[in-house]
């Protein structure tokens, strides 16, 4: 027998949130652990453009060495196939860093926004 699953928890990110709400304030919010990121995610719906020429879209995080005075590292593998079909399979390698403080997020290091570096000849693009 199998135990229950965690609960998830949904909010709308703090810039689109109503000031009356509790429920999406950052003191009662924690983001999900490291290790529920660790697999593989397909992204079915997206509002980022980026997204609209391409099928096919996954995404799998994997633990990276960190201290404990450091924040959490996910290493990161964007793989997708143009809409077309023609191309085969193209990847985006990554390093996402939990953002610990920022003006987004009050809750310090508790995994709820990331930071993203490319790897490679990706090196130089960030995002946030």
Do not use: Q
Request: include cysteine.
């Amino acid at each position: 027998m199998s135990s229950p699953a965690a609960a998830i928890t949904l909010r709308a990110p703090s810039k689109y949130a109503s000031s009356s709400s509790s429920a999406s304030s950052p003191a009662s919010y924690s983001g999900p652990s490291a290790e529920f990121l660790h697999r593989t995610w397909s992204v079915t719906h997206s509002t980022l453009s980026m997204w609209r020429t391409a099928r096919n879209v996954r995404i799998t995080y994997k633990p990276l060495p960190s201290s404990s005075s450091s924040p959490a590292r996910i290493d990161d593998l964007v793989e997708y196939e143009n809409r077309s079909g023609k191309g085969g399979v193209k990847s985006v390698a990554g390093v996402d860093t939990a953002c610990s403080g920022d003006d987004d997020d009050d809750n310090n290091n508790n995994n709820t926004s990331w930071d993203w570096r490319g790897k490679g000849l990706l090196f130089f693009v960030t995002s946030h």
